[in-house]
């Protein structure tokens, strides 16, 4: 039980909060650090909604490992599913002024 909450507990934590580096990577053309602390700075208002987000993920993803071949909808799916909810959150206009992520610098 004490390893469940001194490990497990803050790995999700900080999963969720670094959920979209490679989001900013790619599409922003981030840094390792600026992607880092763009995707906490990102999700740190919409925290509990990204942890919905993945909750519900990773249900479709228990369901699907059930049917092999469901994994070849579910992957796809949830990787989707992540990308359409970073696009939402980085057209918040708020989200663009706060985090100075619009522009191209490194």
């Not at 919409?46 to 070849?72: D, E, H, K, R, Y």
Request: overall charge negative.
């Amino acid at each position: 039980f004490v390893g469940f909450i001194c490990l497990i507990l803050p790995g999700i934590y900080l999963m969720i909060r670094w959920s979209f580096i490679s989001h900013l990577i790619v599409d922003k053309d981030k840094n390792i650090s600026d992607a880092f602390s763009g995707s906490a700075e990102m999700v740190s208002n919409q925290f509990w909604n990204v942890c919905v987000i993945f909750i519900i993920n990773t249900i479709i993803w228990g369901i699907a490992s059930v049917f092999p071949f469901a994994l070849l909808v579910a992957v796809p799916f949830n990787s989707l599913v992540l990308a359409y909810y970073y696009n939402q959150l980085f057209s918040n206009s708020n989200q663009i002024e706060h985090l100075d992520l619009a522009t191209n610098e490194k």
